[in-house]
């Protein structure tokens, strides 16, 4: 099927719970597909899971420097349906963070901050 070869250079971290899938079932499948799968997190390119990360947890991964880049946090589907396309798919498809919204989220939070001041200041 030419699979083989579709993940090569991608260190995947499985992480939580797999929605319609097994970790076992994601580990075989990336691996028959040239992937490296890994006991943690902190040397990964990819984190596999079906759930959202928590606050913390996105958080982390959201400013830890990574030696490779950005890590992408993705649903299973990323690895299934890169497998099936016969190349890498774009993860911001699959993604849980977005790491163009990660300044935006921050800046949410400040506009939040300032307007509950605001508020409360004009309710005084």
Known sequence: KG???VLVGVRVYVGGYMRNTTDIAMKRAISLAGGTILSTASSATHIL????????KTQKHLTTKHRNGPVHVVRPEWVTDSIEAGHR??????SFIKPAGAQDLREMFKKSRSQNHA???GSK
């Not at 798919?89 to 699959?94: F, K, R």
């Open 119 to 121: 508020n409360a200041e």
């Open 49 to 56: 899971t079906s759930q959202q990360l928590s606050g913390s």
């Open 89 to 94: 798919l774009p993860e911001a498809q699959y």
């Open 3 to 5: 699979s083989s070869a």
